[in-house]
Structures are given as C-alpha cells and as structure tokens.
C-alpha cells in the first residue's frame, strides 16, 4: 500500500479521524513530530505527504516550519500529493509565492464555508451542498500566487485552494469531539482573548455526522490520486 509522510507540528493536532480511514485502508504512515524529530525536505519514497495544524505562524520563520516549506516545493515540484490542514495549507501558500499574515479576526468554532465551481472535480467532489458548515480554529490568512485555484471560501478568509499537486485546506475536517475538546483545554487563551464562550463550539450531533461525511469525501478524493 502507498507510504504517507505525517508532519505533525504540536501533540495537540494530529491526524484525528484522517489517520483512522488510513489505518483502516491498510496505508503505511509514518509520522515526523517536527519540533523533535527530522523534517524531511524530499518527498522521493513516499506517495503522499500531509502537513497538519499548529498554534505557530509561518512568519515566525521556525527552522522546522522552514523544512516544511522546502519539503513543500520539492512535492510540488515531483507532482506528490500534497495535503496541508490550517497551519499547512498556509505553509503551502507560503512556498508557493503567497503572503501569510494574522487576519483581521480569528475563525474559531462553527463557520459556512462556500464551495467555487471549481471545487466540483477536485478535493471536494462528491459534495453535493456547495455550503458546508466546518469547524476552524485560526487566526492567520494568505494572499495566494496567482496560480492558486480558489476551492472554497468564507465570508472572511480564503478556505482551500490547489496549487498543483498541493491542497491547502485552512479548516479542520480531521476533527471528532473529543479532539474539539482538547483543543478547548489547550488553547483557551484563544476563547478568552475573542470573548467566545466555550459552549459554542460544542458540536451537534448534526454536525458531527456531517463533518464526517465531508471528511471521508475529502479523504477519497485525496487518495484516489495515488492509490494502486
């Protein structure tokens, strides 16, 4: 089965219900902690890479977050699929020619996010409601290059686009409950400083199922790329 490459930038942010559907599938994965571990800056051996979330700014210029960007360019330049969730579609903005810098508000808890035409045949086919209701945590937007194609949008932000062989996706589609709630203990700085109550971000169970729905379309379409 096809080798995936994990990079995961802070304990907190896994692959969540993505890494259930891989283990499912049988998919070899194997997974770099970028604080600690090694970043590798060729994706030569594997058949897809994903970059996950984290609390740092790619402007931080972190040697790690560096890697990541490199790691990026050379996916992007050997056509190996790429997947970059909330910090890592904004590192693949980034490497791509774009501008990553803090939005004029952060996006935390539940948001309609709005699929483009061209979203149809790629990431997100299959989804039939071109609005999608999604759970974000991130304060940090992109102004992409002008070979980015726009997937879906926010009444605020850019959500997704593919520049090549690379996704960047800024919303969190890998999440259940219980890693929402870690989250809500992790990061509850953020939901003081934006004056949200907690409670808010509860899910339904509505939207949970849809979520999923949406998650394991997502997880198809990035797979049926390099599937054998």
């Given at each position: 089965?096809?080798?995936?490459?994990?990079?995961q930038n802070i304990?907190?942010?896994?692959?969540?219900?993505?890494?259930?559907?891989?283990?499912?599938?049988?998919?070899?994965?194997?997974?770099?902690?970028?604080?600690?571990?090694?970043?590798?800056?060729?994706?030569?051996?594997?058949?897809?890479?994903?970059?996950?979330?984290?609390?740092?700014?790619?402007?931080?210029?972190?040697?790690?977050?560096?890697?990541?960007?490199?790691?990026?360019?050379?996916?992007?330049?050997?056509?190996?699929?790429?997947?970059?969730?909330?910090?890592?579609?904004?590192?693949?903005?980034?490497?791509?020619?774009?501008?990553v810098y803090k939005?004029?508000?952060?996006?935390?808890?539940?948001?309609?996010?709005?699929?483009?035409?061209?979203?149809?045949?790629?990431?997100?086919?299959?989804?039939?409601?071109?609005?999608?209701?999604?759970?974000?945590?991130?304060?940090?937007?992109?102004?992409?290059?002008?070979?980015?194609?726009?997937?879906?949008?926010?009444?605020?932000?850019?959500?997704?686009?593919?520049?090549?062989?690379?996704?960047?996706?800024?919303?969190?589609?890998?999440?259940?409950?219980?890693?929402?709630?870690?989250?809500?203990?992790?990061?509850?700085?953020?939901?003081?400083?934006?004056?949200?109550?907690?409670?808010?971000?509860?899910?339904?169970?509505?939207?949970?199922?849809?979520?999923?729905?949406?998650?394991?379309?997502?997880?198809?379409?990035?797979?049926?790329?390099?599937?054998?």
């Open positions: 089965m096809p080798k995936i490459l994990s990079v304990g907190c942010e896994p692959l969540g219900l993505l890494e259930q559907m891989f283990v499912s599938d049988g998919y070899d994965i194997e997974k770099v902690n970028a604080q600690n571990d090694s970043v590798p800056t060729s994706p030569l051996g594997y058949d897809a890479v994903i970059i996950l979330g984290g609390p740092m700014a790619v402007y931080d210029n972190l040697a790690y977050l560096q890697k990541e960007q490199e790691l990026i360019r050379n996916a992007i330049k050997n056509e190996t699929p790429l997947l970059g969730i909330c910090l890592g579609s904004q590192l693949i903005a980034q490497a791509a020619g774009g501008r939005g004029k508000r952060k996006e935390i808890g539940w948001y309609n996010v709005y699929l483009t035409p061209a979203s149809s045949n790629d990431i997100f086919r299959g989804l039939t409601n071109k609005t999608i209701r999604i759970f974000q945590w991130h304060g940090d937007t992109y102004d992409l290059p002008a070979n980015a194609k726009i997937l879906a949008y926010s009444d605020l932000y850019p959500q997704a686009f593919r520049i090549g062989s690379a996704v960047g996706i800024q919303f969190h589609f890998e999440v259940d409950e219980h890693l929402i709630q870690t989250w809500m203990n992790e990061y509850r700085d953020d939901l003081i400083a934006e004056k949200i109550n907690p409670e808010i971000l509860l899910p339904a169970p509505t939207e949970l199922e849809a979520l999923a729905i949406q998650g394991r379309r997502i997880y198809d379409n990035f797979t049926r790329v390099f599937q054998k």
